[in-house]
């Protein structure tokens, strides 16, 4: 890694242009905790998660209730 980016974990997202399933990597960065994803067809996003890091376990928790089949990359933690 270079830079302020610290990576919390890597993950599953889908491209918000054509749904495809791709790598996204929640970072932190200056504080703040971003998904980064990357589609080969439409390119780089970046979504702002939270404001406060501390906070982020939380909502990282509710995400897993919501999408309870990517519980197995819960393996990718690096807290
Ligand atoms: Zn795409």
Redesign the pocket.
Known sequence: MKGMMNLIRKTKSV??????M?DAFIVEEHGKVYMNKE????GKFKLLLSFHPRYYKDLDEFYFSLFGKEEKEKKFYVL
Do not use: N, R
């Open positions: 491209c918000p242009e054509c749904f495809k791709i589609c080969d067809k439409h």
